[in-house]
């Protein structure tokens, strides 16, 4: 049997700490957090175990699925750190109103479709109610500064995307989403998380970066903390927008590594070599430094798909947090004369990429530009014999319904393009009363990346149509999954050979015959 806590010093934990924490609990050495149960098979090293594409055909478990999460302070957490390294310990914040509480800890991905393994499961914890949520005035900035409940140790965790499930004695459950990430990608495939997007819409505490307590944009946060769980389920963002790609991926048997857009931020070496990024179903939030990392990363030959609209979109700072750096999520959108970087510091302030005081649309990277808000339209295919939609047996102006929404994208015709690019779907749709068009985009840089981008929110979630995952499929049916699933297939495969422009056939740039007559 092992203990939750090794003798290891990231982030300044260790068993000392953690006997600490369990003592300040009432919890005492001899019921310390065990695992055991789902260990990591046994491989040729440790490095070989860690890499994700190991994991594929590993027996995975049914029991991942959350179940009932009962009112919001029946059971909640929050990880000290947003990603960790394998064998880093993070802290876990719980508050519930049950006198015990356990942990598992679910890694997902293929696993023979079962789609999670039991990587890890905690002894009996007991419960503490933790005080309510504290605001910070000035930005209002609600956090949750609960005490360490417990520290883990994440020694023989391979890579992946987690869902730590917190089970209540009193039956309720929630999730905490953790990144294991990857510290180099070299011939590898990105999956780049956006836990900067899951906290500028996390309400818990009464407010995100769209609302106030009131449900009103005037009194909206101008800052969101990594200090405070997040609401409904706790990973609803992931559930809906992130996961399904994980699996998808996975089963693909690609060499894969994760990451975060905050890690990339602070670090862009786990880029380098690498053959594509992929960005998720909804990834609206980026520093600049993330955004000039992630352009380097394509201009040096790194593939780049963007699978979702509204990407890039805000521009925000990373700030000090409540015990460590990048824990504050800084944007005052169109409050944007109020944000202390107006006047000094152009190219920080938070606001939208393509507005002043430093004007750069997110199109210069991603090809095409958020227009919309909210839209259904069917997906309707245009150039049917291009690559990306091999063997899907799609002809010239069929269409998928539902596909395009919640947001979409738009090529910028008429602007300057980051490439050759050529429209490969081009989907009619009105907007708040305007006509308009969705589009999906292919272009190449000289360094040979090829940079795909959806143009349509729910492509992710399309991945799911049909199958009950997260119970609203927008109407979008089996016909819809199979589609965006061998497409998605398509690109992935043809990505993660590298530069795709040295073994893809090239765009064909059409923006000035598809836009002659619409434009």
Known sequence: MTTAHGTGSAGGTGRRRFLGLCAGAGLGATAACTGGAGRPHTTSSAAERHRPEAERDYPGTDDWRLGTTGPPDAV?????????????????????????????????????????????????????????????????????????TLTVDTAGWPEGAYLLRLRAESGHRRYVPLIVRSTEAAGRTVLLHAPATWQAYNRWGGSSLYVGPLGDYASRSLAVSFDRPYDGSGAEKFLVYERALVVLAERLGIPL????????????????????????GHDEYWTPEQRAHVTAARDAGANIAFLGANTCFRRIRLEQGAAADARTVVCYKSSVRADPCYGSRP???????????????????TGVLYEGFPVDA?????????????????????????????????????????????????????CHGTPSHSDSAYYTVPGGAGVFATG???WVEALMAGTGEIGRDHGMDVRTR?????????????????????????PRPNTATVYGDTG
């Open 347 to 365: 190219a920080q302030v938070t606001t939208d990429f393509r507005l002043p005081p430093a004007p750069d649309p997110e199109s210069a990277l």
């Open 378 to 430: 069917p997906y309707v295919v245009h150039a049917a014999d291009h690559w990306l939609y091999d063997g899907t047996g799609v002809r010239a102006g069929e269409g998928f319904p539902h596909l395009v929404g919640v947001e979409y994208d738009r090529v910028p015709y008429g602007s300057r393009l980051p490439g050759p690019l050529e429209i490969t779907a081009h989907s009619p749709l009105v």
């Open 76 to 148: 909640a957490g929050y990880t000290d750190r947003v990603s960790v390294t394998p064998g880093e310990e993070f802290a876990l914040h719980v508050s519930t109103t049950a006198g015990s509480f356990r942990v598992d800890a679910f890694r997902v991905g293929w696993y023979g479709g079962r789609q999670a393994r039991l990587v890890w499961a905690s002894g009996r914890i007991p419960g503490r109610a933790r005080p309510g949520p504290r605001l910070l005035p000035t930005t209002r900035t609600v956090r949750a500064d609960w005490p360490a």
């Open 456 to 458: 349509t929110m729910r």
């Open 482 to 506: 199979s589609f965006v699933s061998r497409t998605t297939e398509n690109l992935l495969r043809t990505f993660a050979r590298g530069p795709a422009a040295r073994h893809a056939p090239p």
């Open 257 to 280: 590594a994760y990451t975060t857009g905050p890690d990339v931020h602070r670090n862009p070496s786990v880029l380098h070599g690498a053959h594509a990024l992929v960005c998720l």
